[in-house]
């Protein structure tokens, strides 16, 4: 069925005209039921962000990614690092920089805490060391 706009929808339903079955299904195509699940990618960017920006919910990267871009200005609180292996893990704003820490040596399953870093949106962080099986989480307040 086709999703129309509203206002031909509106044109199916004047006072004393029956619309078509047709038609009918596509006003229920047209709009989403209460108990069908909203997308993230379906939200507007700015949504998107907003709900970035919100505290309480940690960003969990896929593992063994090797950069991140900050999607709004935020304070991060703690970042953690995780990896099966021995790792000496960098980040910082250039590839294989180490502006924000300079590397320091994670033991097989230890994991790192970075704490309070000021990031700006837009702000693309690299992460050096770091292994396919590396899983790092940010936690923003």
């Known amino acids: 069925m086709a999703i129309r706009s ?4 509106k044109s199916w339903f004047v006072t004393g005209v029956k619309p078509l079955q047709s038609q009918f299904w596509d006003w229920l195509d047209s709009f989403r039921h209460r ?7 379906d939200l507007t960017p700015s949504l998107q962000n907003d709900i970035n920006s919100v505290s309480g919910f940690p960003i969990t990267l896929n ?3 090797a950069s991140w871009t900050a999607p709004v200005d935020m304070v991060i609180e703690f970042i953690r690092v995780y990896d099966p292996a ?21 033991t097989a399953a230890n994991r790192l805490l970075l704490q309070l870093i000021d990031v ?3 702000t693309t962080y690299y992460f050096t060391g770091i292994t396919a099986s590396t899983v790092i989480k940010i936690f923003k307040r």
Do not use: H, R
């Open 6 to 9: 509203v206002s031909i929808l």
């Open 86 to 106: 021995t790792i000496t893990f960098k980040m910082g704003t250039t590839v294989g920089g180490g502006e924000v820490w300079n590397g320091e040596e994670i």
């Open 120 to 122: 700006t949106a837009g």
């Open 63 to 65: 593992p063994g990614a």
């Open 35 to 41: 108990d069908e699940k909203i997308a993230f990618s």
